[in-house]
């Protein structure tokens, strides 16, 4: 055996000190952005049925949440407002005293520090579930994006310090930035939802933002799932409107994505972990067909390994509890 040449990789894995020092990619708290749903009503902290752990908060029980969020070192969370009234334009949305502006306002006044994200779409706000306007049966574009800035400005009006338009219009970026640029809002960034498909990861999503579209799906404005170059012809766009931040979205089916948009782009890559991905793995955790926490670690860590400079995910508060550990 001796005189045998090949490498020896392993001399880099033979202990648990030594494979730290050589570990390519390293998760921290500060890579976590975790999702909120603020609801109408009083005293409301009710499950999710198809997400597991993910809850409903009313104004007057946020604190809870985010008491934790604060005491896990977690710095960013994105806001999703669901209303009790609906309408065909979604006047909630925009509307100075919706659920969203009042939740933003609450935890802008009591926890300061916290990045507040505001994901700025119309469809949990509409009666039909779409993310635009609609006229006979077909979503339309440009009259969806003046309500997409009113929004967006109503928004940073009540102290949201990120916008996330998800609504997938064409042009909603330079539309948002010039509604926030006019506002005296030039200094809050844009974290677009660049790279969005029309994906059926959503499916326990629609059921918490109750947006499911009444007609109809989102596959006139959301991207076909096959596509790979179209994804970058979405992030070039977003890019050159004045994005900041670059959305994928999902995340777990889309690594090859997340990849070459971060050697595309320069702007901070930031991976959607939805609903569905979460779902899959809550479900097969609850069953004990998998180990949970290993493999939320393995596929967050992915998510970085690809290219992810910042991860939304439904599991940040046990990644944050596990890295504490
Ligand atoms: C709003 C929006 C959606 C999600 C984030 N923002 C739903 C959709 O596009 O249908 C999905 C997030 C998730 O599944 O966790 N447009």
């Not at 009113?150 to 009540?158: H, R, Y």
Request: net charge negative; glycine share 6%; aromatic share 8%.
């Amino acid at each position: 055996m001796k005189d045998l040449q090949f490498a020896r990789h392993r001399r880099l894995r033979q202990s648990a000190n030594m494979r730290a020092l050589v570990r390519e990619t390293n998760l921290t708290v500060n890579d976590l952005i975790y999702p909120i749903f603020a609801v109408e009503g009083e005293n409301i902290k009710n499950e999710i049925a198809s997400m597991p752990g993910v809850y409903h908060w009313s104004l007057d029980r946020l604190h809870e949440i985010m008491d934790e969020v604060v005491s896990l070192g977690i710095k960013s969370v994105i806001l999703f407002g669901v209303p009790n009234h609906k309408d065909a334009t979604g006047t909630e949305a925009y509307h100075d005293h919706g659920i969203v502006q009042e939740a933003i306002r609450f935890i802008k006044k009591n926890y300061p520090d916290i990045i507040v994200i505001a994901d700025t779409c119309l469809c949990e706000y509409t009666d039909h579930g779409h993310c635009g306007v609609v006229e006979d049966g077909k979503i339309l574009n440009d009259p969806s994006l003046d309500l997409l800035a009113k929004t967006a400005v109503s928004q940073a009006k009540a102290g949201a310090d990120i916008i996330a338009p998800s609504n997938m219009m064409d042009g909603f970026v330079t539309a948002i930035r010039k509604g926030l640029d006019e506002a005296g809002f030039e200094d809050v960034p844009i974290m677009s939802y660049a790279v969005k498909y029309a994906s059926a990861f959503y499916g326990p999503f629609r059921e918490a933002a109750d947006s499911t579209p009444a007609f109809g799906d989102r596959k006139t404005y959301q991207m076909d799932p096959a596509n790979r170059l179209e994804a970058l012809r979405e992030a070039q766009s977003d890019v050159e409107e004045g994005a900041d931040f670059l959305i994928v979205k999902p995340t777990l089916s889309y690594l090859d994505i997340v990849r070459d948009v971060r050697n595309e782009f320069r702007l901070p890559v930031v991976g959607y972990n939805v609903s569905g991905e979460y779902s899959m793995v809550k479900g097969a955790a609850q069953n004990g067909w998998i180990d949970e926490k290993a493999i939320v670690l393995e596929m967050i860590t992915s998510m970085k390994r690809a290219g992810c400079d910042l991860i939304i995910t439904y599991f940040s508060l046990d990644i944050a509890r596990w890295l504490a550990e």
